[in-house]
């Protein structure tokens, strides 16, 4: 009999096969002392998994690209973190195994941070993965991993850590269930840049059976358990309908009237640019900049070599438009040269451009790097500070870029409330604002985006998230200036046209997300967007506001 469970839709596409769950490690290792002169042995031991599992990781970033390349760089980083190691060493030295002694050292500083409720917290999946990899090459068990199938399946986890995640097959695996994970956290993240339909904080996924067959909609958040013949045939219909849709839309962005919606593509490095090129995009509105800072935490990279890096995606948009993020270091990226390590709270300390305005350097260099990659190409660079606060941070940024002598429009993120609030102060000292509504739905509810349980709260239909996107909006309109989104919010199709209807000037989002925004934003003018926007704001929940604007644009 066909039940149905909700969860959060976090990448479009319907699948429809057997569940298959994440096969996990041995998690827990025996406790037994070793006597004093097998320290040194079990220290070599535990340095070299570490070392082992850290190239792993580095391998694997390097075949999957793009953001995933980003991401486990930063794991690997993790696994090789000079504190944990010191740790290690010390409980081997008062007799424990390397394997016992690695569970221990990480178990602590998993409990530090999940305990205290630090931003930090969100990274825990990644904590335990790391974990699990190093105790199973000790141990000499499996490495925790997807399962082997020759058929394909729906790929079920409590959570899926980024290495897992990175190298999927979409051949094999049809879409992902995990219990735990957010809309905005590394998984579902990358797999929209994988195109494989999913859905995250579905309470329950675990308990579904092996071999069950399901039917995931990664756009509704819908798992159907023992799908009727009916449902599946409604959905295969979904499913061509909305691959028909996607193929006949071409071109910039614009509402059905005309309005135009420059669509832009968030990119990690050079590897995204082909995917954001074939799928259209207008330019680049989020290039994060940190995957070069992730490749030695000792040091910033070279002038030279951020100008190679940086020319190389600047050239592949002549004439369009390439929105740079300088570096965003601090909380769940910490630097080792740049990041303190004793913060009670990193997401709350010092982060984004408050650690690079204590580093004048780091950012000086980068700055001066961008104007000389920038050098005789067409393109429209616009470079932007992350986690602006008020308009003394927003005159600070403005102030380094006319220092560097950058010929560039200069801009800042609104991530923090305070920015949206005060964002007509901030845009009389830059040119443009850019909407990071993943931090800004943190910050807004105190919700960690990696916390299943507060998903609810990083819904970006919350109607409080919407309001301060009006206000940065209506801000830039009177200010004569442009008002872009680059958060995850964005990659919605039904949420793209309110917030075109609230005013945002242009959006950007994953490649995988284009094809679908646009055929949805070419289907509406920009009235009945204003009147869906409208239609959220009234509304006292995401799944009201979400309602409403569905029936407005569905002419109910």
Known sequence: METT???????????????????????????????????????????????????????RGNLAGGEAQAVLEAQAMMAQDPELMADVDRRIAVG????????????????????????????????DDVRNRIVARLLGVPMPGVPDSDHPYVLVARDLAPADTALLDPSLVLGFVTEEGGPTSHSAILARALGVPAVVALPGAVELGEGTVVAVDGSTGEVFVHPSEE????????????????????????????????????????????AAVAAGAEGVGLFRTEFLFLDDSERAPSEEKQI????????????????????????DKPLAFLTPADEPNPALGVRGLRTLLDHPDVLRTQLTALAKAAEGLPVHLEVMAPMVADRADARAFADACRAAG????????????????????ILREVEFLSLGTNDLAQYTFAADRQVGAVSRLQDPWQPALLDLVAL??????????????????????????????????SLSMGAASLPYVRA?????????????????????????ARSAAQGVLSGE
Not at 308 to 326: H, I
């Open 472 to 505: 940065s909006a209506e801000a830039a309109r009177a200010e004569g200036k442009s008002c872009g989104v680059c958060g995850e919010a964005a990659s919605d199709p039904l949420l793209a046209c309110v917030l075109t209807g609230l005013g945002v000037t």
């Open 520 to 544: 949805t934003l070419a289907k509406f003018t920009l009235a009945q967007c204003e009147r869906a926007a409208a239609a959220a704001r009234a509304a006292d929940s995401a799944e009201e």
């Open 231 to 274: 449902r599946k045939t409604e959905l295969a219909a979904a499913a061509a309908e909305r691959r028909a849709a996607l193929a006949a839309s071409t071109g910039p962005g614009a509402t059905a009237d005309g309005h135009k919606v420059p669509l832009l593509a968030n990119v990690g490095g050079p590897a995204d640019v082909p």
């Open 308 to 331: 190679a890096a940086y020319r190389q995606v600047l050239e592949a948009f002549p004439e369009g438009r390439v929105v740079v993020r300088v570096l965003d270091a601090g909380a």
């Open 5 to 59: 469970l909700r969860g959060v839709g976090v990448s479009h596409g319907v699948a429809i096969g057997e569940v298959r769950h994440m096969g996990t490690a041995m998690l827990e290792p025996p406790a037994k002392q070793i006597p004093a002169q097998e320290a040194g042995r079990e220290q070599g031991r535990a340095r070299q998994a570490v070392d082992a599992v850290a190239a792993d990781l580095m391998a």
């Open 406 to 425: 950058l010929r560039a429009k200069f801009g800042a993120m609104v991530e923090i409330p305070s920015a949206a609030l005060r964002a007509r102060s």
């Open 96 to 127: 424990s195994t390397a394997e016992r002694a690695v569970y221990d050292a990480f178990a602590a500083y998993r409990e530090l941070l999940a305990g205290a409720g630090e931003y930090l917290a969100g990274r825990v999946a990644d904590l």
